[in-house]
């Protein structure tokens, strides 16, 4: 089942490369719920802590597409050292804000700061790949096994955030993300044999933006649903778990999730589909939104566990159908851009549920948050199957 992951990391530089990719995007998997347990504890309110989490999201939606661009013209080391360091102090600053109980409005202005100077690095790995990957099976492979690097994060670190959080110092997790984009960043950025080569634009033309291709807004608007149905999970599981008496098993239920579609991205990955890719991408997002509509009626930790990871299967490869289809449709030096825009919409959609549920999780509990999980997760299919005709289209061309 693992020969293809075999040889693709095999190929000169991929281990290296990707191994510093998963310790410098484990941050994604921290900050976000470091967030939301530092300012509940600290300013004893959701509401509050998903504006902050909110704050950041968005102005990563903001920024990381200008990072992208600038990074396909002047190459990923040049931009994103200097932009990772601004994001590593930003971060800092908002600890001691929240420890010294500055206003909100302090913490909100020093998320904004780090969230324009994050930059997707699953978006860089990504570009990498298409580099070093020569044939259309390898490129599968990689964004399979990537999606599985990417919910591996997120199956250790909402665990680790979590413990840090509640049994070390609301701060911990949060410094913890820290020390991790700066080594992991570091580490990833200084590997100079396996950066794509940077395509300067000349400067007395006008491109056309990426985002007026009909396909990346069909696969755009889906992906906001899906971040919204991810961000208003998020609230929901960690309110869930503390009705139940047990607030340091929220980790634990996220990892759940993640480890579900960890397993998912793997099988996928390790075959050939002879299903079209458009009709794949289809059932993925079906199949998520009927899953998640039954986190609602889960009456015990362990009810929600398991529809949580039979739901999850389904995550990793639909996302490695989105990514493969950019892949497609974009040429080679707007990749960057192209897949970045991918995470700016799933960010905008984080955001958008964690401050919707944000306020309903405070009056009504998890129930509240969930109900924001069922109407985000339709949404996201009814914009997947209205552009189903363009995504077909663009696929089979």
């Known amino acids: 089942m693992f020969k293809r992951y075999v040889e693709i990391l095999s190929l000169p530089g991929a281990l290296a490369f990707s191994l510093a990719g998963v310790v410098a995007r484990f941050p994604m998997a921290l900050v976000g719920i470091s967030t939301i347990l530092m300012i509940e504890q600290l300013y004893g309110n959701y509401a509050s802590a998903g504006v902050v989490s909110g704050a950041s999201v968005i102005s990563f939606a903001v920024g990381a597409p200008i990072l992208a661009r600038l990074v396909d013209s002047y190459g990923q080391a040049r931009v994103m050292i200097p932009s990772i360091t601004i994001s590593a102090l930003a971060m800092s600053g908002v600890i001691y804000a929240a420890i010294m109980r500055a206003p909100l409005v302090v913490l909100i202005v020093l998320a904004i700061v780090t969230g324009l100077t994050t930059g997707s690095i699953g978006s860089l790995v990504r570009s990498r790949w298409a580099k070093v990957a020569t044939e259309g099976w390898q490129i599968q492979a990689a964004y399979s096994m990537e999606s599985a690097f990417d919910e591996l994060v997120f199956v250790v670190g909402p665990i680790l955030a979590t413990f840090l959080a509640t049994s070390v110092h609301p701060t911990a997790g949060l410094a913890l993300t820290i ?219």
């Open 179 to 397: 020390v991790l984009t700066l080594a992991g960043g570091y580490w990833f950025l200084l590997q100079k044999k396996t950066e794509p080569v940077p395509t300067p634009r000349p400067k007395d033309t006008h491109e056309r933006s990426v985002m007026l291709n009909p396909t990346m807004i069909v696969l755009a608007i889906t992906y906001m649903g899906a971040g919204a149905l991810f961000g208003a999970n998020d609230l929901a599981v960690v309110a869930f778990t503390k009705e139940h008496g047990a607030a340091s098993l929220a980790g634990a239920m996220l990892a759940i999730f993640a480890l579900g579609s960890l397993c998912g991205a793997l099988v996928y990955g390790a075959r050939t589909w002879k299903m079209p890719l458009w009709k794949l991408f289809g059932i993925g997002i079906l199949a998520l939104a009927i899953g998640a509509s039954t986190f609602v009626f889960a009456s015990s930790l362990p009810i929600l566990g398991v529809v949580m990871l039979v739901t999850g299967l389904v995550i990793a490869p639909t996302m490695t159908n989105v990514n493969t289809i950019v892949q497609r449709i974009m040429p080679s030096g707007r990749l960057t851009e192209g897949l970045t825009w991918m995470s700016t919409a799933m960010n905008i959609g984080v955001s958008i549920g964690a401050a919707l549920s944000g306020p309903l999780v405070d009056s009504q509990g998890s129930h509240g948050g969930f109900l924001v999980v069922i109407a985000s997760g339709w949404c996201m299919a009814a914009a997947a199957f209205l552009g189903m005709r363009v995504l077909k289209k663009s696929t089979t061309q």
